[in-house]
């Protein structure tokens, strides 16, 4: 059974938006509830909710939460838009069902005014469904850049927990997995949050899949010893020169990759994509505080008094990266001219 990471409550039990709460991922299957904006923004700060598309449509969701609640709904698109700064999507879809619910507020018609409301939880049902038939596209399109017999590292958790589907990256690991092409997944534990161990090998294993995972640290003499045939991870913001920013840990990866002659594919919507932005370093880079590395599971690790350095993401300059599938087509080589293609002002 594939996993409801996001929920939409409709009255009775709602207006509110139940979320798989994945900070207590894989030890127990809570749910979260969240009645308002200000609950929700604190959930997607505390990664209760994550991951770039299932933070639009999150942030799409919180809009007709808002607007069904009769709040200012324009306050809270951009307190949800504000939640966390990297992952593009998050202010996308905020935006995307800001624009529907102010469309219908301002119609001459008042029958469509008073949907306002309801144009906003259309836009983010729109939105939700779109990122499910995303993932399929993705997936079909991506299984052409995948060997036979294929072992494959990934890194994050990019699965049916961060998406309305199967996933991004995780999704074309599962469309290889019943392809009949791989023979090994990889997982990268992903230190501090452990979003690889606790996530991804959470999905790997409800899926079937021949999975291990490793500390972050051993993939370059995993590499070394030639037992991986492809990288394969997601994208909280590609920038419009093809820059990518992810889970941090995702740039190494990239730099072993090259040195050892592995291709190296990034799996993202459309949605992912900033063409507004330039270029990597222009990347807003969310810092996390210094407790998720000096501590675990809220015991101290390190001494007291130690500081941390804790960016959640960096960022793989295009010349690492060998395609980056979308669902719209498959970027090779990653330049800017190639992706240029895919904006919308094309
Ligand atoms: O901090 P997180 O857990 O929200 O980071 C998530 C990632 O970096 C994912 O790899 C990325 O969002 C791609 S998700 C399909």
Redesign the pocket.
């Given at each position: 059974m594939s996993i409801v990471a996001l929920r939409w409550l409709d009255p009775p039990a709602g207006p509110a938006i139940e979320l798989l709460d994945q900070t207590r991922l894989p030890v127990s299957e809570t749910a979260l509830t969240c009645t308002t904006v200000p609950s929700l923004v604190d959930a997607i700060r505390r990664?209760v909710v994550?991951?770039?598309?299932l933070?639009g449509i999150a942030g799409a969701y919180g809009v007709a939460l808002a607007a069904a609640r009769g709040d200012d709904v324009t306050a809270a698109a951009q307190a949800l838009a504000q939640a966390?700064p990297t992952?593009v999507n998050l202010g996308w879809g905020a935006r995307r069902a800001l624009g529907a619910y102010l469309r219908a507020a301002a119609d001459p018609d008042q029958e469509v005014q008073r949907g306002a409301a309801r144009a906003a939880l259309r836009e983010a049902r729109s939105i939700a469904d779109a990122d499910e038939q995303a993932c399929a596209q993705m997936a079909e399109l991506g299984l052409a850049l995948v060997p036979a017999g294929a072992r494959i590292l990934t890194?994050?958790?990019?699965g049916s927990l961060?998406?309305a589907g199967e996933?991004?990256?995780f999704g074309l690991v599962l469309a290889a997995h019943r392809a009949g092409l791989l023979t090994m997944c990889w997982i990268d534990e992903t230190r501090p949050?452990l979003?690889g161990s606790r996530l991804t090998a959470y999905e790997a294993g409800r899926a079937g899949l021949p999975h291990k995972v490793l500390a972050d640290s051993a993939a370059a003499s995993l590499m070394a010893a030639g037992q991986v045939d492809l990288v394969v991870?997601?994208?909280?913001r590609i920038t419009a020169d093809g820059s990518v920013a992810?889970?941090v840990g995702t740039y190494g990866l990239a730099v072993l990759a090259r040195h050892h002659q592995v291709p190296f594919v990034v799996v993202?919507p459309v949605s992912t994509i900033d063409f507004g932005t330039a270029d990597g370093a222009s990347i807003p880079i969310e810092q996390r505080p210094p407790e998720e590395i000096t501590h675990l599971a809220g015991q101290r690790l390190a001494p007291a008094g130690s500081d941390a350095y804790n960016p959640?993401?960096d960022v793989t300059p295009p010349g690492l990266i060998t395609a980056i599938v979308t669902e719209s087509g498959v970027i090779q080589p990653v330049t800017r001219g190639n992706l240029r293609v895919l904006s919308p002002e094309t």
């Open positions: 990664l994550r991951g770039a598309p933070l966390r992952a890194h994050c958790n990019t961060v998406t996933g991004t990256a949050l979003q991870v997601g994208a909280d992810n889970k993202a959640a993401f």
